[in-house]
């Protein structure tokens, strides 16, 4: 069924009968359960009338059976909560499954086959058919950053979360440098519109009504600029003196006193069990007030030092299990990675589609270190996005994370030099990623991609969306530029991060360009 993304394991067409549905009747789930809410909300914008009532009550006439009932689906331990059978036949709609999640992911898939099926006397029409599902990546998550000029609305998050949770996606993270409203720090977050206490409370039950963890994230050694700008927190910067300092300094005793009190604050309204430190692009690190200890020790070991301090700190006090970017070990692998402790989870990030993902793997997979693969979308630091690299990128990540039996895959969308990039130019990547992690061997076609796009993000009757957005993320091939993570377009022209017109880009070059998207527009 070529509307179908994830791509399941197993999908079996059981003869040639079609079961029309106008009219649905929910057996064997309470009508508050997320479940039938999610059918009678979809279903609804079908035009299917729903009716939920106790399993054995009379249907009425003309009416679909749609029951979920406790069933055995065999699948790897892993992931066995995850794993549904979904069945259609004459006499209705039946899912098994190990668990709710399960059960929920059967919900989705069901009403997928409804998005695009043959039409008979304005009912909609399903080949009687049996599906066998698991995700082969068991954590699937997306990463918002929050931090990097644009904080989302609740309303806004909330409805991404909808569309995530029908991806099949189950762990949500809010990349935070400073925008959560920390008690006693004001003067840090105030011009910043940051998440309250309520509001994450509010979201970790909204995201667990649909199957998805929202795990803490709190950058907490580099990237700590928008802190340390200010007094009194610049005495705690590796180089105070720079203008803009960038990273805490690790051997000063107020460092980590101050992410005891953030830390305080900010994990007790999440329900996870994992928290992700951050801890990435230590640039500043042993450049100044931690030189002569990095000289003597090997800035490494300094490194992994502070990260053991934090991770002593979040598990004993706040019983947590610690996440972190694996980038600085990863320089120096086969030294590094055997010294952490071993229930760390070490996230593998690049956003190119040539990353070297397939070594990355096999370090941390040889070393016993639980590990996600982080890709991206693509998106940031353009105005239409990367297609071709963010493809590139999330199934070179999808097929290394699982031939190593990676614990997760979290698809990433920064917000680099503005936040230009609005969030419909990253469902692409969120949507790719979200089948890939699920089914890594799924591939789909630029036209495919266009469809699904169509049917199940932007619900374009007109099939004009989806191409779209598939070919305007491509402009960036219409001309030669070197520069990673970004376009001329997402580099150049809002953030006007580059003075003049770069080495190599020609007017002609910028024309044909404009030719492409005016004809991608047409």
């Given at each position: ?427 692409l990547g969120f949507f790719v990623g979200a089948g890939l992690s699920w089914n890594p061997d799924a ?65 002609d070059a910028l024309s044909a360009t404009n030719a492409y998207v005016d004809l991608v527009m047409q």
């Amino acid at each position: 069924m070529e509307s179908i993304f994830p791509t399941p394991k197993k999908l079996c067409l059981l003869g040639t009968g079609f079961l029309t549905v106008g009219k649905a009747v929910i057996h064997g789930l309470p009508d508050s359960s997320h479940i039938s809410l999610y059918l009678r909300r979809n279903l609804a914008l079908l035009d299917i009338d729903v009716t939920i009532l106790p399993v054995g009550a009379p249907c009425p006439p003309e009416s679909t059976v749609f029951a979920v009932i406790p069933g055995l689906v065999d699948a790897p331990e892993s992931v066995a909560l995850q794993a549904y059978r979904l069945s259609v036949a004459h006499d209705g709609i039946r899912i098994e499954a190990n668990d709710v999640a399960g059960a929920f992911y059967g919900a989705c898939t069901f009403v997928q086959l409804l998005r695009s099926p043959p039409a008979h006397n304005g009912s909609f029409a399903i080949p009687h058919l049996t599906v066998e599902d698991y995700p082969r990546i068991p954590n699937r998550g997306v990463m918002l950053d929050i931090s990097r000029d644009k904080v989302p609305r609740l309303d806004t998050l909330e409805t991404l979360i909808d569309l995530l949770a029908e991806f099949k996606i189950n762990e949500a993270q809010l990349y935070t440098e400073h925008t959560f409203a920390y008690k006693g720090h004001e003067k840090v977050w105030r011009d910043a519109s940051p998440m309250t206490a309520g509001d994450i409370e509010r979201l970790d039950a909204f995201c667990a009504q649909r199957c998805i963890r929202l795990v803490p994230n709190q950058n907490s050694f580099g990237h700590m600029h928008r802190w340390l700008k200010h007094q009194p927190y610049r005495q705690l910067a590796e180089c105070p003196d720079d203008p803009e300092p960038f990273g805490l300094c690790p051997i000063d005793p107020g460092s980590l006193s101050l992410l005891d009190d953030l830390y305080a604050q900010l994990l007790p309204h999440f329900s996870a069990d994992t928290f992700n430190v951050g801890c990435d692009e230590t640039f500043d690190l042993g450049k100044c007030r931690s030189k002569a200890e990095c000289e003597a020790k090997g800035t490494s070991t300094v490194y992994l030092e502070f990260l053991g301090k934090i991770h002593q700190l979040v598990t004993a006090k706040h019983h947590k299990r610690v996440m972190f970017w694996g980038d600085i070990v990863l320089e120096s692998p086969v030294v590094s990675i055997p010294r952490l402790p071993h229930d760390l989870v070490g996230l593998i990030w690049g956003y190119e589609a040539s990353h070297p993902f397939e070594s990355q793997c096999t370090a941390f997979a040889d070393s016993g270190i639980e590990f996600y693969v982080c890709p991206g979308t693509s998106s940031w630091n353009t105005l239409g996005g990367r297609t071709e690299n963010a493809l590139g990128n999330l199934r070179s990540a999808a097929r290394a994370g699982d031939r190593h039996a990676a614990a997760g895959m979290l698809i990433t969308d920064w917000g680099d030099n503005g936040h230009f990039q609005p969030y419909a130019i990253s469902l692409l990547g969120f949507f790719v990623g979200a089948g890939l992690s699920w089914n890594p061997d799924a591939d789909i076609t630029a036209s495919e991609l266009a469809h699904l796009l169509d049917v199940h993000v932007f619900r374009d009757a007109a099939g004009v969306m989806g191409r779209i957005a598939v070919d305007l993320g491509n402009v960036y091939r219409q001309y030669e530029w070197t520069k990673s993570n970004g376009t001329l377009h997402g580099y150049f022209l809002p953030a006007a991060c580059e003075p003049a017109i770069p080495a190599g880009i020609t007017l002609d070059a910028l024309s044909a360009t404009n030719a492409y998207v005016d004809l991608v527009m047409q």
